[in-house]
């Protein structure tokens, strides 16, 4: 016997209301329930597998993404979510690789020269304001109020005027990026990267670095419950086609 589930008993399970539980089936992250005679939702087992899969997608890859897997799925789309999954952990690659590269750069602030630095600085390459945007995935007007609050101070071609980034510059914007990522004010990213400009004192740094690494684990582990989640739930669809409808 299928068991019945009220928007209530799919609600109490994650501390959510019921309203959300029924804006989520309206927007078609849970599979469209059926109804009684008198207009009453009836949920089952394959919609509270659905709620717990899209709960646990939303500290995976967002709520924008996990709304938008979820929506794949449902509309028998399933290359198009596995997709997004992929962008997900090619981002959080790609953060990993940062942070590491942003580490280094902080050694070697730390262990080198005042000249040693200069010098690696012209051997590299530098960037236009387009290029960088490009670089990091955000656009120009980013890269200019940055520069407004003091995160990234580029110098000037002097024949044409254009904003130049050199290496620091770059490492400056790559640091503020990931951190903005994280989530921090542009007021604090400004303090952390002009600690590593200056060379002074990086224990805030170093802080605000291994907070973001724990972050960059919680969101490992959760694709990996979000993975679980989903594996059962397409599992679930291909085995009960029956209860797409809510029965």
Sequence with gaps: ??????????????????????????DGFLPAAERTQSGYRMYGELHAAALRTYLALIPAYGYAAGGQIMTAVHGDRLDDALLMIDRGHHQLLRDRETLD??????????TSSPSSASAASEASGRRNVGELAHQLGVTAATLRK????GILVPARDPATGYRVFGPSDIRDAELAHLLRRGGYPLSQISTVVQQVRTAGGTESLATALTDWQHKLTSRGLAMLNAATQLSHYLNL??????ASGGS
């Design 146 to 149: 940055w520069e407004a609050v």
């Design 1 to 26: 016997m299928v068991r019945t589930l009220r928007p209530a008993d799919l609600a109490r399970e994650h501390g959510i209301s019921t309203q959300a539980v029924r804006n989520y089936e309206r």
């Design 237 to 242: 669809l291909n085995h009960l086609p029956a």
């Design 101 to 110: 590269a942003v580490r280094q750069a902080v050694n070697h602030l730390t």
